[in-house]
């Protein structure tokens, strides 16, 4: 796996639940998270691969130097060991599921 954004080609909102079904289908245990506006994650790596899927506000995600947005229904690809960090931009939480595999 390689970092990758798969950003949102949908007319409608995503459907958390159609979202976590697609995550455990593609072997992710899945859990939601809710960030407040202005949270930040200063730069860390996990040991599992991970999927960050965005319900809803917006996630600031940095990898390897590139700055991305992800919106409602952009996801990321997330190798184990990746170092990145995270920010909540704007006025509105963030809610979004995580998928974590080994």
Request: no cysteine; charged share 20%.
């Amino acid at each position: 796996m390689t970092f990758s954004v798969q950003r949102w080609a949908g007319n409608e909102a995503p459907s958390p639940k159609a979202l976590r079904q697609v995550l455990a289908d593609e072997g992710y245990s899945v859990f939601e998270w809710t960030d407040a506006p202005g949270t930040t994650y200063e730069p860390h790596a996990h040991d599992d691969d991970q999927s960050h899927w965005i319900i809803s506000g917006a996630l600031q995600l940095t990898v390897e130097g590139e700055t991305y947005i992800l919106q409602a229904g952009d996801r990321d690809f997330l190798p184990a060991q990746t170092t990145h960090a995270a920010f909540v931009p704007g006025d509105k939480p963030v809610r979004y599921l995580i998928g974590s595999k080994k």
